[in-house]
């Protein structure tokens, strides 16, 4: 599966990266030698192969419904980039 | 002119009440300071990792069980990938291709009586996003992170519901359903409970769906109503007009009561679902889905059908006594005093609810118990009192001027006479004090009699007043003056 | 002091020979003499770690200790440090001091430890050879012309160049092991689950794996079994006992079962790498063990299968840094989007940009099918390729690198780097512990020795480490750097 100018500044959009022309243009020749090499995939026979998402095959343990947490918003928030009256600041969101 | 038709799906996001959140122990509590309830996992700090509360998995299985719906052993969690500042990690954990509960289906009773079974496609388990709050921080807008990771269950429904009076009435199933199994608190003005509508129009007879729209946070009953009554008509207008509905994202909006669409410049949205890495499938065994099975209470499908088979109610009845848990409880509480299901029905839908509604009151709230309007309705039924004064005790309880109803009926003296020496004096009094009706009574045809002894009843009455047994002064009275 | 191992410092501590605090001081001194040249540290902690060092000392005194109190270490800057700089290699969290402390950090805490620093690291741990590193590239102590190895290379070239007996790395595709073997160590990754995750940044979360990096596989074993367990915070972490690592370390290998993948001696391999692992499997016959050789034939797409399956977690994993909550913000951002696009645009560096966009590219709508889930398949083929080993033998053998350490700035190209982690990648993919110990040098470059075993063998693992090392002493040589600071 080839790999287009297109594809990329799309990939970068959804992963909102800023990218200018020639950093897209030096992306698209990278992408698309990765995915060329990642393209052998395609060639090795999976039929009726269940994917494998977790190398062990253990279950999710469940918690208990315990509040266990206590408030650290100072803390949290002394790594913040801007913050007002608790709040994480961000440019106005319109909706 | 061409006859439409609506189609109308509805994705219901129902806030869990657990105490702590679904991947976290931070408290759940509606209402705190900003961002006191974030902790690092909800705030998505580096190096954290989620852990599965074991009760929003146990209320999304009651829930299920409500439905009567499938529940796969296995259920997986997802990420959808998006970026907004309420949504910490950039993506929100959800489940896409394996929800905690498969295809089900909800029982909603339509305003003629009979009832109609709506698809629910299946429901899934995700946490829910903080919130932004638009005030003006120097042209900023403020993030709170309280409310991430609340568990949510998405109930999504198939296109079934054929209007706004249908959905409403899911929308009301539903809530019926979650606040019966105690598994959230259904407010929705907190938004505990919040909906989102797809609607398509048709021609009717037509076999496909039209093009569909999706209205975002539609909040209330009444603006669910509101909301797809006006996108309905929306698009009909536009394709007779000749154009076409796109398919799009609208917003409601309550104070201009119309829909608009959410325009934005973002490009079509691609969430890149894949299956979330630190989280292991969930696998429910058997003995814990039965386990939780044992432990539903009676839903409002099973009450209502009881109280119609069994208590003999009529579907009207049923329905709305059913409609609520507290409401149901109160009904049957009562029920269980008086001995009289119909009395009981009466009394709750009658002065009770009327004098609820007249002061904005929920059930929960009422000023009488259903212990004192159970002991009421006996007086009445033991003809203690008549029901006129039982409506004087109603309002006494209700003002709480003594606390049962036996203490008011003394109080103000408003026990029956039922003593038949008292009554017939009472009765030979006013035939002595009457002789010129006596006379025409006496003279009339029998089957004119029956409307003349209203004076004398009457009379005796106001002697009373208003003490004696109606009944008995009517069945004395004609034995008096028949044998005069 | 610098060039004992850990078994030895602990004697050393218990038998009063010197105290913590010396040790850490001697150390601190090594660091700051040499580190300036090795760059292998991002932060060094000495206030903390002498204060530290100071309580260990007191509980000595008091007589408090236990086997690791008062023993120096160094974490990996992935690891989160309470209120201590954990960058992750990356620009975006330069500014980052972490409010609370990893799960393995806080038992090494209470172990005793004494943390010198954080040591630097590819950004997000994506890399070969240190060199994506928003703090410049590390220098191989053996050769300061040669990377370290990466993405685990501060780790790696701190503990060969003694600045610190043992440190902690982790391990998505081959981070622990490439790098010891670069650098002249021994490196473990255990098996995943065994070692919480609970605080260590994400690179790809269900390949993620922390492990000790030492001179030694004794040390190795001592450290292991300070950081594994169970952990309440971490779903994937196993709900399995910790055994005695030591205790399985006297073992006899008579009757071990060695195979040979015979993909792993094929073509693209250092023949003098080649030739020291096969010297080094000659070791192990001598000492009892039996080989042949066994076939894992899915090898060749672990590669392809890595590079779908980690830079999609790692697109999903990166998106938290948004320049909301922490990490980079750009300045004057004119709205949403710009905040969100130039905060990751400055934040991130190249390798980091590359692999988030081959991740969203590969998960995005038209190519999940023929990608992510591909991948996956391909994965369970790739596990089941060593599940059927592992019924032959005991445990498996090959070179860790195809090379030794290659030249600062060599590799420019992306895919041929990627390469490089051939004989690493598919352990994570099936998640079984791997282990790389020195075997041997190709001039002064160092020759690492992989060994894997099935699920949950560390401690097999381990002894089988040991005993080489009880009948070699490539483990024992120091490089020359530094050796004047002794």
């Given amino acids: 599966m080839s790999l287009e100018h297109a594809d990329v500044q799309r990939a970068a959009h959804l992963a909102r990266l800023a990218l200018d022309n020639d950093e897209a243009a030096r992306y698209v020749d990278d992408l698309g030698r990765i995915l060329e090499m990642v393209d052998q995939l395609q060639a090795v026979d999976t039929e009726g192969v269940a994917p494998l998402a977790h190398p062990l095959d253990t279950t999710q343990r469940l918690r208990a419904d315990e509040v266990t947490e206590t408030d650290q918003r100072d803390r949290f928030q002394r790594c913040a980039p801007a913050v007002a009256n608790g709040l994480y600041l961000v440019p106005r969101v319109v909706e | 002119m061409m006859q439409w038709e609506t189609v109308i799906g509805l994705e219901v996001h129902v806030q869990l009440s657990t105490r702590s959140k679904i991947f976290s122990g931070a408290s759940t509590a509606f209402g705190a300071e900003p961002n006191s309830q974030a902790c690092a996992v909800d705030l998505g700090l580096p190096g954290v990792l989620p852990v599965l509360n074991e009760a929003a ?35 929100q954990t959800s489940q896409m291709y394996h929800p905690i509960v498969g295809p ?17 496609h ?35 429904s198939e296109p079934d519901m054929r209007s706004a009076k249908e959905a409403v009435a899911y929308l009301k199933a539903i809530h019926s359903i979650v606040t019966y199994l105690g598994i959230s608190d259904g407010n929705m003005a907190e938004g505990s409970m919040r909906c989102d509508a797809n609607v398509s129009v048709r021609p009717k007879g037509q076999q496909e769906f039209g093009t569909r729209t999706e209205i975002k946070n539609v909040n209330s009953f009444r603006f669910v109503e509101r909301a797809i009554v006006f996108e309905a008509e929306r698009q009909i207008e536009l394709i007779e007009d000749g154009g076409k509905v796109v398919q799009e994202t609208r917003l409601y909006d309550p104070d201009r009561d119309e829909t608009r669409s959410m325009r934005t410049k973002e490009q079509a949205n691609d969430y890149r679902y894949f299956p979330c890495p630190d989280l292991l499938p969930v696998v429910l065994d058997q003995a814990y889905v039965d386990h939780l099975r044992s432990s539903l209470p009676e839903l409002p499908a099973e009450k209502r059908a009881r109280f119609q088979d069994e208590l003999g109610l009529s579907a009207y009845d049923a329905g709305v006594l059913s409609s609520s848990r507290a409401m149901a409880e109160y009904f049957e509480a009562v029920k269980e005093v008086c001995g009289d299901a119909k009395q009981a029905a009466n009394w709750v839908q009658g002065e009770l609810s009327g004098a609820l509604n007249r002061e904005n009151l929920t059930i929960d709230q009422s000023p009488v118990t259903s212990t004192q309007l159970g002991e009421l309705i006996v007086r009445v039924m033991d003809d203690t009192i008549s029901g006129k004064a039982a409506k004087e005790v109603f309002a006494a309880l209700w003002n709480g001027e003594d ?24 009765i030979d009094q006013v035939i002595a004090d009457s002789p010129v009706q006596v006379a025409q009574y006496r003279d009339a045809e029998p089957e004119k009699r029956g409307k003349m002894i209203g004076y004398f009843v009457g009379q005796v009455m106001k002697a009373s007043r208003g003490t004696a047994n109606p009944q008995q002064v009517n069945a004395l009275l004609r034995q008096k003056l028949d044998n005069l | 002091m610098h060039d004992k191992t850990l078994t030895e410092l602990a004697a050393a501590l218990a038998a009063g020979e010197f105290s913590s605090r010396e040790l850490t001081q001697s150390l601190l001194g090594r660091i700051d003499a040499l580190d300036g040249e090795l760059n292998s540290f991002i932060t060094v902690t000495a206030e903390k770690a002498l204060a530290d060092a100071e309580r260990a000392d007191q509980a000595r005194a008091k007589g408090q200790a236990g086997p690791l109190t008062g023993l120096p270490l160094a974490l990996k800057d992935i690891f989160c440090t309470d209120g201590v700089k954990t960058s992750c290699g990356s620009r975006m969290l330069d500014n980052f001091v972490s409010p609370y402390d990893a799960t393995v950090v806080e038992k090494l805490k209470q172990a005793g430890t004494v943390c010198l620093g954080k040591t630097n690291m590819d950004e997000f741990a994506m890399g070969s050879s240190n060199e994506t590193s928003f703090y410049g590239p590390v220098k191989n102590p053996w050769d300061l012309a040669a990377v370290p190895g990466g993405s685990s290379g501060g780790s790696a070239a701190a503990v060969a160049a003694g600045l610190v007996p043992a440190a902690l790395g982790t391990d998505t595709g081959g981070s622990i092991r490439q790098p010891a073997a670069f650098c002249g160590i021994t490196g473990l990754k255990p098996t995943y689950g065994r070692v919480s995750r609970y605080g260590i940044v994400a690179y790809a979360s269900s390949l993620d794996q922390a492990g000790p990096m030492a001179r030694t596989a004794e040390d190795c074993a001592w450290l292991l079994g300070a950081i594994a367990g169970h952990d309440l915070r971490d779903s994937t972490s196993v709900a399995r006992g910790v055994p005695d690592y030591q205790e399985e370390l006297g073992a006899s290998l008579s009757g071990l079962k060695i195979g040979l993948p015979k993909e792993y001696f094929g073509d693209g391999l250092d023949p003098a790498v080649e030739a020291a692992v096969r010297e080094a499997v000659r070791v192990y016959e001598s000492l009892g063990a039996t080989v042949r050789e066994v076939s894992l034939p899915h090898t060749h797409h672990a590669i392809p299968a890595y590079y779908v399956i980690a830079p999609a977690e790692a697109s999903s994993n990166l998106s938290r840094y948004d320049g909301v909550r922490f990490g980079h913000r750009c300045d004057a951002p004119k709205d949403l989007i710009d905040l969100y696009e130039r905060s990751r645009a400055e934040g991130f560096g190249e390798e980091v940009k590359r692999r988030i966009l081959i991740g969203t590219h590969t998960l995005s709508e038209g190519f999940f099918e023929a990608y992510y889930k591909k991948a996956q398949q391909v994965r369970r083929l790739i596990r089941q390729d060593f599940l059927d080993a592992f019924e032959d033998v005991d445990v498996l053998m090959g070179p860790a690198s195809p090379t030794p350490a290659f030249d600062l700035g060599a590799k420019k190209d992306p895919v041929s780097m990627y390469l490089q982690d051939i004989y690493t990648i598919a352990i994570n993919l099936a998640g079984i512990p791997g282990i790389s110990v020195p075997a041997g040098f190709a001039g002064s470059r160092p020759i690492g020795l992989q060994i894997l075993g099935p699920l949950f063998a560390e401690p097999q693992l381990l002894n089988v480490a040991h005993q080489y090392q009880q009948a070699t002493d490539w483990h024992r040589r120091q490089p020359a750097f530094g050796k004047e600071n002794a």
């Fill in chain 2, 403 to 426: 606390d049962s109803a036996d203490a008011i009926i003394d109080a103000r003296g408003l026990k029956q006479v039922t003593d038949t020496g008292a009554i017939e004096a009472m």
């Fill in chain 2, 104 to 120: 089900g289906e909800v029982e909603i009773a339509l305003e003629d009586g009979s009832t109609k079974r709506i698809r629910v």
């Fill in chain 2, 122 to 156: 299946h429901a899934h388990l995700e946490e829910d996003a903080g919130k932004s709050l638009h005030e003006d921080f120097h042209g900023m807008t403020g993030i709170d992170l309280n409310r991430a990771g609340t568990p949510l269950l998405e109930i999504v």
């Fill in chain 2, 57 to 91: 998995v146990a209320m999304a299985v009651k829930f299920g069980l409500g439905i009567n719906a499938e529940i796969p052993e296995v259920s997986v969690f997802d990420r959808k990938n998006y970026f907004y500042p309420d949504l910490p990690k950039g993506y």
